[in-house]
């Protein structure tokens, strides 16, 4: 399965591209733009408590036979490094 690559960061809504090299992901794919992972999470999954890495970018080519997911997902809590633990 490739990955869903998702359309936004889960904290802010914030539009995530699948060029977007600033898009930050968990083994889960609680997808976060780099300004709340590395401000706000220290790099750890709010949801999951696993480590965020950069979402590889999928070449332009290869969305055509595997196109990036439109379902957003957001959080219904704030983010932040002690909430939901
Ligand atoms: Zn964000
Ligand atoms: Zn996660």
Do not use: H, Q
């Not at 889960?10 to 609680?30: G, H, N, Q, V």
Request: hydrophobic share 30%; net charge positive; charged share 25%.
């Amino acid at each position: 399965m490739p990955l869903e690559l998702r359309p936004n960061c889960e904290c802010c809504d914030r539009d995530l591209p699948p060029e977007s090299k600033e898009a930050y992901i968990c083994t889960f794919e609680c997808t976060f733009c780099l300004e709340c992972a590395s401000n706000t999470l220290r790099f750890v999954c709010p949801n999951c408590g696993g480590e965020l890495v950069r979402r590889p970018v999928r070449p332009g080519a290869k969305l055509v036979k595997n196109p990036a997911s439109t379902v957003r997902v957001l959080r219904d809590k704030p983010c932040g490094p002690a909430a939901g633990r």
